[in-house]
């Protein structure tokens, strides 16, 4: 017997899933992705550490940034016609638009993935590539160590179009790009 999908899963065209197609999947779960064509969700339950990392961040940065810079959690970034991913946070250079459902790589200056179980080698390796070869200049992806946040950041090398390691961060952030934030990493998350 075969397994019977439900219709948003089915691709619009004979060519599959592109970029503009998620606006249009309003069965489609919260948390769905295009990478490369294939629609990527959230299948796991999302651990309470997660969550209220991702929030924290998201509000500390918003404290820190400019006006200029307006800071997002879980929206998606239009990086080609087939890749659509959303980091768990984000900051970009445009003003606030409610109506907004997605960025453009070259609106956006950071991106922050906070790895899980479920995301691991996509938050450490594909998305981190597909970031850069967009021209997203500074890319952070968090790691749990023991309960504790460590962030990892790199910046945008524009010659080879990847990221280079600038720092790992423990206890306390302190950076000057994209904008200046230093932010106690053991308060965000209890």
Avoid: C
């Avoid at 299948?43 to 307006?70: C, G, K, Y």
């Avoid at 970034?77 to 606030?96: I, Q």
């Avoid at 981190?128 to 992806?141: E, L, S, T």
Wanted: net charge negative.
């Amino acid at each position: 017997m075969a397994a019977e999908f439900p219709e948003w899963m089915i691709p619009p065209r004979p060519t599959g899933w592109e970029a503009d197609d998620l606006d249009h999947l309003p069965d489609a779960p919260r948390h769905t992705e295009l990478i490369d064509g294939a629609l990527i969700f959230m299948m796991s339950p999302q651990r309470s550490w997660h969550s209220r990392l991702v929030e924290n961040i998201t509000f500390s940065l918003r404290q820190a940034a400019p006006d200029s810079i307006e800071v997002e959690r879980e929206m998606t970034v239009r990086l080609d016609k087939k890749s659509r991913p959303e980091p768990d946070v984000l900051a970009a250079r445009v003003p606030y638009d409610p109506h907004r459902t997605r960025y453009l790589p070259e609106e956006v200056v950071l991106v922050i993935e906070v790895v899980s179980d479920e995301s691991a080698d996509r938050d450490r390796s594909i998305k981190p590539f597909k970031y850069a070869q967009a021209g997203i200049p500074h890319f952070w992806r968090v790691e749990d160590e023991d309960g504790s946040p460590a962030v990892h950041i790199y910046e945008l090398d524009v010659v080879t179009r990847s990221y280079v390691a600038t720092g790992i961060h423990r206890g306390r952030l302190k950076a000057s790009v994209p904008f200046p934030v230093d932010i106690d990493l053991e308060s965000l998350v209890p």
